[in-house]
């Protein structure tokens, strides 16, 4: 496999969303390699507390020590290999029990008892061999809650790896009085039959949705018009949708700006901030705990999408977080989780559950537009009616200073073409 003759600065080879080999090579160097995100630290307060996590091809556990950290350890028992958990999340209690031999294990994964042991007397596999123990994760890191773990010792740190793209989750937080969010435990669980690079392409690529979601936006724009004639008044959630269907033209005026690695901001103001007297309070209790300058600035940030790349999509000022599990070249989990303000009026949190439920959830005309399309997309690239995808657009226009691409059109193919440079990067390293 030649990575170089299959990407090009402005195509790539249609290979790289169906070759299995290709897959493997993404899941060896690039997941398994770099920081992943695992989920954040309010998925499990209690020690004990786990949470069932993929990173590459790898089932891990997140699991709540007793001292209060969180570690990553292989879901894996180091006698016969059987997984030690088999639910999605749970309590554990003080240890993890094999449910085949009842070989147990401290919450770090260090043996805690053989049972029978004298069989293993004069054995390699005595408790003092780290063998006996569950492998953990070589680094395990967070940033404002956010946790993420990486299998190698090679590579930046986690706040090198996610760069610019930290302002994902600063923007989450700030938006919260006390700097803290809190997951919503539920989250939507959608196998995309399509590669993963379909999902990441699409997040911000403003091209799409005066097309893809035409229809959901002129349906959604006239009932909101409507309701405005009738009742001076719209809720907010019909202009959720009906921003969709803006024109060619707005589309084509947002920015992206483009990181090293792969990340990326789609910029747009998401304009949440009506005068009701939510909102209102809101702003208060943001005035209060950081004065009115800083308030301004959390609350004004030119935000509609961050990219972290490979797997995450974030609409902070929205509390939204997609995260990706490829699965195989044409099969891709995706998780859709959102969270709350911690200590914000319960209206923002109602607000961002309509965003949740009427945009990215499976069930929405949005997401399901989006989906339709991928899926579309991976038939047509296993097809032998093309070799190549482009993304010419705008090729040549955009701006690069200091490694950071920003886009002069906001439909610039820009976005694509920096994914793939990092991709070329973590397949070549
Ligand atoms: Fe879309």
Redesign the pocket.
């Known amino acids: 496999m030649n990575v170089q003759q299959l990407v090009e600065p402005d195509r790539v080879h249609k290979s790289v969303y169906t070759d299995q080999a290709i897959f493997d090579a993404e899941m060896e160097r690039i997941w398994e390699r770099t920081w992943v995100y695992c989920g954040h630290e309010s998925q499990v307060p209690a020690p004990g507390d786990y949470y069932a996590v993929t990173i590459g091809r790898q089932p891990m556990i997140m699991v709540r020590q007793g001292d209060g950290s969180i570690k990553v350890i292989h879901n894996r028992c180091p006698h016969r290999g059987v997984q030690l958990v088999g639910n999605l999340k749970g309590n554990t209690g003080n240890a993890f029990v094999c449910s085949y031999h009842a070989w147990s294990f401290h919450l770090d994964g260090k043996v805690r008892a053989i049972p029978l042991a004298k069989g293993y007397e004069n054995t390699r596999m005595t408790r003092d061999n780290p063998d006996c123990s569950v492998k953990p994760a070589v680094r395990v890191d967070s940033y404002r809650g956010f946790v993420f773990a990486s299998l190698s010792d090679e590579g930046p740190p986690l706040a090198d790896f996610l760069g610019e793209a930290r302002i994902a989750f600063d923007d989450m937080c700030d938006r919260s009085p006390v700097g803290e969010v809190e997951v919503v435990p539920i989250c939507h669980r959608v196998i995309q039959h399509s590669n993963w690079k379909f999902f990441m392409e699409?997040q911000l690529d403003s091209l799409?949705?005066s097309v893809?979601?035409q229809s959901t936006g002129i349906s959604a724009g006239r009932v909101e018009k409507r309701l405005k004639a009738e009742q001076g008044a719209a809720p907010l959630y019909y202009h959720y949708l009906s921003t969709f269907a803006s024109s060619f033209e707005q589309w084509d005026a947002v920015q992206t700006i483009n990181f090293p690695r792969g990340h990326g901001i789609l910029k747009a103001y998401m304009g949440l901030r009506p005068r009701d007297p939510d909102t209102l309070e809101h702003e208060a209790q943001l005035v209060k705990a950081y004065g009115a300058e800083k308030a301004e600035e959390y609350l004004s940030r030119s935000i509609h999408h961050v990219l972290v790349y490979p797997y995450l999509s974030v609409q902070s000022p929205l509390q939204q977080l997609r995260c990706l599990r490829p699965i195989s070249p044409d099969k891709t989990l995706s998780e859709i989780w959102h969270f709350r303000l911690k200590g914000a009026p319960e209206a923002i949190y109602r607000r961002s559950l309509w965003y949740y439920n009427l945009v990215n959830s499976p069930a929405t005309m949005?997401n399901a537009?989006?989906l339709e399309n991928w899926t579309k997309g991976q038939w047509g690239l296993q097809s032998n009616g093309g070799d190549w995808v482009s993304f010419h657009r705008w090729y040549g226009d955009d701006r690069e200073e200091k490694g950071v691409t920003y886009s002069n059109h906001g439909t610039s193919e820009a976005v694509m073409r920096n994914q793939f440079r990092a991709w070329t990067q973590y397949l070549t390293a």
């Open positions: 699409n799409h949705p893809t979601h949005i537009d989006d």
